[in-house]
Each structure stands twice: as C-alpha cells, then as structure tokens.
C-alpha cells in the first residue's frame, strides 16, 4: 500500500509539469482528455466488476430485507432477518468456529516462513523439486484433498491413528467429536495454504539484497540472529500479504468443510459462515436470512482487512 | 442357431407390436410419431443407470423422434439442486419425487398433473398399490403413480454367524432377540474387531420401523407428532442398548465408517437396511454369497416403513408432450418389467415382483416383496424435509447417550410439533 503511494507522487508531478509547461490555450481540453482515456482503457473492467460484483453486493443488500417462498417470490419484511441474525446462536457458533479455522491456518504462516528459508539456502541441491511438492496441495481439487484426508482421518482404519496407536496414543475420533473436528479440517486447510504461502514469501527472500547477509556475518551474526534481524523484518511486506490472504481465504472455508464433515452429524457443531449461509439459503430455503449471512460475511471480512492495513504500519518494514 | 434368430425375430415382432399398440391408443397427445423433441430426466441413483438407458432405448423404439437425456446427480445434492432450479424455472422436464417433497412441489404447481393421461388410459392406476397412487394426490388431483415400493429388512452376514456358532434368526424374530443375537456375535467374535449390528443413525432405514413395531408413531393422524406415544421411545431404545451394550459401533465409529461399509467389509453381521439403498451395493459385494435378506424383528407388531418414488413432469416443461410420454412408458408394464429385473428396487407394477426376486435369487429378496404385508406408510407432516433433518441431531445424542430415549422423544416432538405449526 505505502509502495504505491511512494510511486504516486513523480507520477503527479509530472503530470502537474506537464500541464504547467503546455503553453496554448487547449490545455483545458487537453486535461479533460488525458481525464478520460484511463476510463475508457479501464472502462471493460469496470463494467466486469459493476456487473458481477457491485450489483450482486447491492442485491444482496436488498433481499437481506425479504422474505423468499419456496420457489422464488420475494416479499419485504424490514429487518426481521437482521434482527434474528443478532439473536442466533447458531450465527454466533458459526462466527466462533470460522475465527477459529483462521487462527488455526494462520499458524501456518510462521511455518511457510521457516520453511521458504530453507528452500531458499543457495546450498541446497534439489529446490525446485520440494518447491514443487509443497506447491502441489495448493493446485489439487480440494475435494479431492478432503476425500484423501477424510480416510486418513478416520477414527477406526485411518493412517492418523494408526501412526499414533505405534506409540501407544489411543486417536480420537478426528471427524466425529466436535472440536476435533474444526481442527482436523484447519489442519488441512493449513497444508493446503502453505504451499502459496511459500511460493510467496519464496520471491519475497530472493529481494533481499545478499550484501546484507555478507556485511552480517563479517561482523560475526549468527545464522539465528540474521534470520531474526534481517530476513524477518525484510520479509514482513510479503509476509503481511500472506496473512491478509490467508484471512480472507480462512472467512471463505467451504469447500474443505462440506466435503469432510458434510455427512458426519459433528456439522451441525461445526458450520463455519459460509457453511451456515450454504445451510440456511439452499437447504433449508431461508433465502433472504442467507442474504443477510452473506452480507456480514462481506462487512467482517472487509472491517478485519481494513484493520490489518492499519496496523501495518507499526510492523512492516519497507525497503 | 436359425431357430434362435427366428425366435428373437418373433419375440421381438411381439415386443414391438405390443408397444406400436400401446402408442397408438395409449398416448396423450396423438401419434408418436407426431411428438418430438429433447427432454431431461433427472435421478440420483447410478445403480440404475444401465437400467434406465435401457429402458430409453426402449422409448425411442417407440417415440424416435425423441431425445432423452439423463441426469444423474448426487444424492446429497439432488434436493437443494431441484429447489434452485424450481425458483429459475429450469427444472428438468422429467425426475424423481420422494414422498416427503411431494406435497412441496405439487403445492405450489411445479408438477404437471396426469389426469389427462389416465383418461386417455396411457397410465392405468389399477396396476398399483392403492395407498401409494392416492399418496401422490393433491386436492383430487392426481399428479403421478408409484415407481417402486421400498421396503426394509436385515441383511445378515451367514459366514460370520457361522463362525460366532450363533443360528440364523427365524422369520418371527423379536427385537429382544435381535439384541441379543447381536450381542452373541460381538461376544464371539469381538477379539476380531467384529460387532453384531451397524445401523445408519437415522429414521426410514432404522429407527422409525422400530419405533412402528413397538406401537408408536412419528407422525400421528392428525398431522401433528406421534412422538409423544409411549411405542415411540421404546423403539428409540432399540438402537441406544445396541451401542450401550457394545455390539454395535458407536455414533462416532458409524459417522466416520458409514454402516453398509461394516457390513460389507466383513466387520458386523447384522445391518437393517432400505431395499432400494442397499440392494445394488449387496449383490456388489465380492463375499455377496454370504448376505441374504431376513425381515425385520417384531414387537408389539411386526412393522417397516414403506416407501415410493415416481416420475413427475415438471409444470413448465418445454416439451410436455414428450415429457408425459415418457412418464407415462415409465408407468408402463415394459419399464416396469426392465427396473424389476434389475434387482435394485422392487417395482410397483402389478405383477413384476417375480422378476425383482429371481434377480438376485440367493439374496432373500422375496423378505422385501413379503414385507409390504407389514409395512405403515411414510411418515410425513407438513414442511417433512425440514424436520427430518432435525431429527437426526436429537436421534442422535440418545443413541450416543447424552439424553435417555425418553427425553429426546419428549425433544421430537416438540421440534416437530413447532415445525408442522410454522408452516
């Protein structure tokens, strides 16, 4: 963010130059062209962005008010969907479950972090090949990945507790107890995460000028301490984009979810919001509370991100 | 060899006679020949899905100009797809119906009735069990016929009560009985990791037949609860002592491995089970020599639920000439005849239960056809596929013994109670 504002103001100089040294008295139709090129070159854009995103946003606000018969129908009731929302217990578990998942995923970033070093040691033979499996899970069908990890799971015959039951530990049912359960899924969700993470935070370790690293260890730092003081604090700019992204992605978990637990009885301790809009607008038909599901799903999402841009300031470096 | 083609000549002559007769008078709109088009038919059953392109094979013997596309979608989403189609207006022309969204979708005019069609004769009501085609009427009008009677029964693993020394449970069995035969194999073979029973944890193919058997009720006449019958818990009990006693899984073992995956592995000797959701993966089996079908065990009666399926046409089909014509070959003895042979599910038709039982002939599936004697109706009440599902998450804490039977019929039937009211 601050990048771009750094490179914002040669841009407006020189325009205001620009503007400053045309002499002839066209200049005002001229800035009222250069005004609108840009609009016509982003117009498609826009448009892509009116159609499939601003007005579904809009929308959604509106059926957020209505009230939908079984098969279509709407009709306005104010704030009666709101108000139930408020006073849903279900909601509140939903929110409590999806805060946690991203807890839980974001967990994942200190380890994509120590694992993007080591992939990026000049030493080490055979880069692109780990690169590749970590990535992997990353282009994989979640679907796909939920059925593979739904068998390792599983309580009885999974790999899981097998594994365990060699040292003795008695696994719990994974899939079947209800906090179990969220964490199986965000363990997988983290797996999952981890891969981009590195590919990211990858490309953010190669800006790192190497004269730092030099300039470090002639002056005696250890390995730990030019990790901590110099890699990290260089690192936060991508850092800081992989936890937004991570967040974002964490409020949406679906996919995993329904294709995990979506038979197994634990869901209805386990939905996370999307999971509940999913649950309320198209099983149970409550279209417009769905409406209003998804809409908080957006302000939370956009409140939390706007949070974290504040707070970038204290704890991102920019070189 | 030539007297083998000139009989398939004959028969086949034969075959297509009788359906060039049943065309021409039997129709709706006209002449065959006159109704064209594409349409869509969607299921959920892959099981059948040989069956089904036979039988449109069939169809188009009859109706060439024809095209029928068919759609197979997952269970677990073939509800919530038909309700979104519903609302956009592009349902398929043809699918299925189950008896708990029937009055859904025929209430609120997304079916196309078929009175027209039985006026004309091309569906004959008479060939199927009375309380099934009255079910798929609604204010006296009628808008399809039975596909299939669904009924239950236990699948039972032979080898496995060979090997625990347990006998084979006679036809008049008792719940009592079933117990403890359950729990002679878990003791038996429980070194083995072997249990007596795996039920799925939910109503149609477990507990509402228990709880029928025992003299109680899910919905009762009057359309309101019939949890609150003194029968009803007692047949909730049922599947609680079964895991207490450690013979069956518990509810988290049969979330994580469903209940036809224990059985079918070889790892319990007992599973109730719907006939039309279990038939095909049975006779599937590799060890399936060692399964047969043996009714339900009695109580105060000997009860299962019953259960139909049907075509419908959709209300705002493009093609509805087609459409019906298709339901109506679908109602007809031919379709009947090909979906009995399969071995799937028992047909409606009158007179195709033969061909159903002599498709898997060592699987006991006579117990089915013998069972509709005993079955009670489907239970359903107003907005059905609403409480059903809440129905399971309170099930399930009594099977699980977080809440005696008794305190989660009392919890049933409020749950049920409101919802019949909120509708």
Redesign the interface.
Known sequence: MSLATHDRPPATTGTVAGRAGAPNPGSRRRRSDSGWWPLLFAGPFFLGIAVFYLFPIVQTAYFSFTD?????GVTFVGGENWRSLLSDDEFLRALFNTVVYVLVVLLGVPIAVGLATLLNRPTLRGTMVYRTMFFLPYLAMPVAIALVWRLM?????GVINAFLGLFGIDGP?W???PGFALVAVAIVGLWMAVGFNIIILSAGLRSIPPELYEAASLDGASRWSQFVRITVPLLTPSIFFVVVMNVIGGFQLFDLLFAIL?????I?DTKSLVYLFYDES????NRGYGAAIAFVILLIVAIVTAIQFRLQRRWVHYA | MNKLVAGIAIASGIVLGLAACSGSDGSTTSDPGEVSGEITYAHWDPNLEPTLDAIIDAFREEYPDVTVTPVVRPYAQYWTTLQTEASSNTLPDVFWMDMSYFELYAGNDQLAPIDDLIESGAIDPSKYPDHLTEFFQLDGVQFAVPKDVDTNAVWINKALFEQAGVPLPSPDWTYDDFRATSQAIRDALGDRGIYGTAFYPYGQPTYWSSVFAYGGSVVADDGTSGWDEPGSSRGLQVWADLIADGSSPTIPQLSETLADQWFLNGKAAMFPSIGGASIALVAAAPNAADFVAVPLPQAERKATVTHALTNVVSARSKNLAAAQAFQAFLAGEQAQRLQAESGVILSAYEGTSDAFVQSHPDLGLQTFVDAIDYSVPYPVARNSHAWVAEETVITGQAFAGEITAEEAARQLDDMLNQAVESE
């Open positions: 939908w018969g079984p098969f279509g799971f599983n309580g009885d015959f049912y899939l079947s107890t979506g038979n197994n009885p634990v209805a198209f099983v149970l038909n």
